[in-house]
């Protein structure tokens, strides 16, 4: 580890936890950089700064391998401001796309690149907007990262995560900090998001919903049942069958892509939690989004994606009284489909989808209902 030094700049890490804190420590160039964390969670940051260091561990080749990490400092968000620091190469905002705005707030007069690890690019416009400030960038970490860690190593550090050996895509006009990164450009940025977008984000909610169902604890879990794994692969069949028709992306790009995400779903080295994949079902039922979006598309190229339509029912069957969209169960017991149809999901009354879940919602329901129930009793 180099020495540190008043030399070394500061690279701003907001929102510690699954990419932030598992992922992009493996990225950076933490011989040239110190980190500093910013996060809501007051015991976690307490811990950062007690502990002044933790460790994440990357999956590569079937292995994991170990990083101890130097903390420099950590702050709860309310206590944190960067007009407290004057070394910053860069910060890296990975608090999910509600918080934005907010979060934005203490970076007031920042003169450095702000990274967005958002999974939602419009995340960009809405901070740039928010500080009245251009250089903000967005940027895609094609990479599973648990928001925790083996019991093993759990009990060796309770700050530990575990994450992939993957790829972190930035826009190439974003300046001024290096590391392991891949500057792209916007062609190529779109090309990866909308891999990660249908192919990532759709399946992989799919098979998070349907595991929390079943009552797993890991999504590695959910995909060793063999009726979970058809759905979850039937959902990427047809994600790619629409990318294939609507985009002209390489069809061998997308092909590999699909593999690949199939078989990181079912690492057992990852230890990947449902409750980080499922949670704000609300967000991930989004008009233009991964289950939605992902439906229109397929049915505006002429056929039923009956896999994704599962994926929806699942996603609105999903109950965690400690998620914030917890009041999805109320509004489904007590809201008429149409009222649902429109005014939670979005939908036209009359429009393709509209008709399609108002007669395969029922159908699906009871099908998955059925299903979950046959699970339960293999699992005990």
């Known amino acids: 580890?180099?020495?540190?030094?008043?030399?070394?700049?500061?690279?701003?890490?907001?929102?510690?936890?699954?990419?932030?804190?598992?992922?992009?420590?493996?990225?950076?160039?933490?011989?040239?950089?110190?980190?500093?964390?910013?996060?809501?969670?007051?015991?976690?940051?307490?811990?950062?700064?007690?502990?002044?260091?933790?460790r994440t561990y990357r999956v590569k080749s079937g292995k994991?391998?170990?990083?101890?990490?130097?903390?420099?400092?950590?702050?709860?968000?309310?206590?944190?401001?960067?007009a407290k620091l004057n070394n910053v190469a860069a910060v890296f905002m990975n608090v999910g796309p509600r918080n934005c705005?907010?979060?934005?707030?203490?970076?007031?007069?920042?003169?450095?690149?702000?990274?967005?690890?958002?999974?939602?690019?419009?995340?960009?416009?809405?901070?740039?907007?928010?500080?009245?400030?251009?250089?903000a960038y967005f940027a895609i970490p094609d990479v599973i990262t648990s928001n925790t860690a083996s019991p093993d190593n759990l009990a060796k550090d309770l700050l530990a995560v575990h994450t992939e050996d993957g790829t972190l895509f930035i826009d190439q006009a974003a300046d001024g900090f290096e590391g392991s990164i891949s500057f792209c450009s916007k062609e190529e940025l779109d090309k990866q998001?909308?891999?990660?977008?249908?192919?990532?984000?759709?399946?992989?909610?799919?098979?998070?919903?349907?595991?929390?169902?079943?009552?797993?604890?890991?999504?590695?879990?959910?995909?060793e049942f063999p009726e979970i794994r058809k759905i979850v692969t039937g959902a990427?069949?047809?994600?790619?069958?629409?990318?294939?028709?609507?985009?002209?992306?390489?069809?061998?790009?997308?092909?590999w892509y699909a593999d690949k995400e199939i078989q990181r779903f079912s690492n057992k080295l990852?230890?990947?939690?449902?409750?980080?994949?499922?949670?704000?079902?609300?967000?991930?039922?989004?008009?233009?989004?991964?289950l939605i979006g992902a439906a229109q598309i397929c049915l505006s190229l002429g056929f039923i994606p009956y896999n994704i339509l599962t994926g929806i029912v699942s996603a609105m069957?999903?109950?965690?009284?400690?998620?914030?969209?917890?009041?999805?169960?109320?509004?489904?017991?007590?809201?008429?489909?149409?009222?649902?149809?429109?005014?939670?999901?979005?939908?036209?009354?009359?429009e393709v989808l509209d008709l399609v879940m108002k007669e395969q919602f029922p159908k699906l329901t009871l099908k998955l209902e059925s299903l979950i129930h046959n699970l339960r009793k293999e699992k005990k």
């Open 317 to 350: 069957l999903f109950e965690d009284p400690k998620d914030s969209d917890n009041h999805l169960a109320f509004m489904r017991e007590t809201l008429s489909p149409q009222i649902l149809s429109s005014y939670i999901l979005g939908l036209r009354k009359g």
């Open 101 to 135: 705005r907010q979060a934005a707030q203490c970076l007031q007069g920042i003169t450095c690149p702000i990274i967005l690890c958002e999974n939602d690019p419009e995340t960009v416009n809405i901070v740039q907007k928010s500080l009245n400030y251009k250089r």
């Open 1 to 54: 580890m180099a020495n540190r030094g008043s030399f070394m700049k500061e690279i701003v890490i907001m929102g510690a936890g699954a990419i932030g804190r598992g992922f992009l420590p493996w990225m950076l160039n933490l011989n040239k950089y110190e980190l500093i964390f910013v996060d809501t969670n007051r015991k976690l940051v307490s811990l950062f700064n007690q502990q002044k260091q933790y």
């Open 270 to 290: 990852l230890y990947d939690p449902i409750s980080r994949v499922a949670r704000e079902p609300l967000r991930k039922l989004e008009l233009e989004g991964r």
């Open 236 to 255: 990427m069949s047809e994600m790619l069958t629409a990318l294939k028709l609507r985009w002209e992306i390489p069809h061998s790009f997308l092909d």
């Open 193 to 223: 998001w909308a891999a990660k977008l249908y192919l990532h984000n759709t399946t992989h909610c799919i098979a998070a919903y349907l595991g929390s169902l079943v009552g797993v604890k890991y999504l590695h879990e959910s995909m």
């Open 64 to 82: 994991l391998e170990e990083k101890i990490v130097a903390v420099k400092k950590a702050y709860c968000s309310p206590d944190f401001s960067i």
